[in-house]
């Protein structure tokens, strides 16, 4: 299972762009890189999932280099309800079977 | 779409005592559920995954006796802690991995705090 190292936290201001960077540099062939988000007490909320170059949805986007070896989850100009931790992971169906192992995550701290 | 719901979100027990947790898939099959436990200010510890109709496998370190698992249906997985001590307090989420469209992600449920006394 591909390991990820992720910044431990960051710190920002509202309406500010964050770009959190993810390595993961033994990634495998079939699989995907997904971030998460996660308040306090609950449970992880899927943000954004891709495989290549660049998703976008209407809450971030993905950036994945052509090497896949990396990833930066980008959040445009963030509010004080974007505090939380982002776990980035990365699996896929490796055999039909997707294990999703979580790492320390990046806290992120929005200011007013 | 893909939401995942656990039942009860807190419960508090005494020492000794059977608990059981249940995850359900909402609007999709979940062909694939996992169990995780969350400790205070740490990140998500898989316990083990569950596929329909077959046994759980369980990571390493983790008691397969202690922590029943049973995945009867495409849409329910339920954890049961068995003879709780205050140990096994902590923040246990469930997700669950569909078929097709929902295949490549998990969704997670909202979490169950479980406190033994």
């Known amino acids: 299972l591909a390991k990820t190292t992720q910044p431990i936290s960051m710190d920002s201001y509202e309406g500010q762009e964050v770009n959190i960077t993810c390595s993961h540099n033994n990634i495998a062939t079939n699989d995907y890189i997904t971030w998460y988000q996660q308040f306090p007490s609950q449970g992880p909320r899927f943000i954004i999932q891709?495989?290549?170059t660049k998703v976008t949805n209407e809450v971030a986007s993905l950036f994945i280099p052509a090497d896949r070896k990396s990833s930066t989850l980008s959040l445009p100009r963030v509010s004080l309800s974007d505090t939380a931790v982002y776990y980035c992971l990365v699996g896929g169906l490796s055999g039909g079977y997707n294990k999703l192992i979580f790492g320390a995550g990046t806290r992120l701290a929005v200011h007013p | 779409g893909a939401v995942v719901s656990q039942h009860p979100s807190r419960v508090i027990c005494k020492s000794g005592t059977s608990v059981k947790i249940e995850c359900r898939s909402l609007?999709?099959?979940?062909?694939?559920m996992f169990w995780y436990r969350q400790f205070p200010k740490q990140s998500l510890m898989l316990m083990a995954t569950?596929?329909?109709?077959?046994?759980?496998?369980?990571e390493q370190g983790v008691e397969k006796d202690k922590f029943l698992i049973n995945h009867a249906s495409l849409t329910l997985s339920t954890l049961t802690v068995t003879s709780a001590h205050p140990e096994d307090s902590s923040f246990y989420i469930c997700?669950?991995?569909?078929?097709?469209?929902?295949?490549?992600?998990?969704?997670f449920g909202p979490g169950t705090r479980l406190l033994v006394l």
């Open positions: 609007d999709f099959q979940a062909t694939t």
């Open positions: 569950s596929n329909e109709g077959s046994k759980a496998t369980y």
């Open positions: 997700s669950a991995r569909g078929a097709e469209k929902t295949q490549e992600t998990q969704y």
């Open positions: 891709g495989y290549k």
